[in-house]
């Protein structure tokens, strides 16, 4: 099993979200984040002060998958939420040891 993190802008959730559930994938946990890159932010000015804005709204994503849908969904993800300007985000994938269903103690890829 594998665990893709993905940080997308905000405004590109619905396409990533429709973009999964083509693949069939359904469960995954959404995230309203703040961060920065190469971005950098951008200074604002309010009530007549300016000040900088380090860290922007984003939103992480995380699914559980079987390893066979991996490749799959993250280029969907990269599709969904490319805008081709910076700030478009991050994937990270990384090696799930186990996951359980509370509910019905099953484990492993029927957990998922």
Do not use: W
């Amino acid at each position: 099993m594998k665990k893709i993190e993905a940080i997308i802008k905000p405004f590109k959730l619905e396409e990533v979200k429709e973009a999964l559930s083509e693949l069939g994938i359904e469960g995954m946990t959404v995230t309203e984040v703040k961060g920065f890159g190469r971005q950098k932010g951008h200074t604002e000015i309010y009530r007549g002060s300016e000040y900088t804005v380090d860290f922007l709204p984003k939103i992480k994503i995380e699914i559980v998958l079987n390893d066979d849908l991996v490749d799959n969904a993250s280029n969907a993800i990269v599709k969904a939420a490319k805008t081709g300007k910076i700030g478009d985000g991050k994937i990270f994938i990384s090696t799930v040891e186990e996951a359980i269903r509370i509910r019905t103690e099953e484990t492993g890829d029927k957990a998922v």
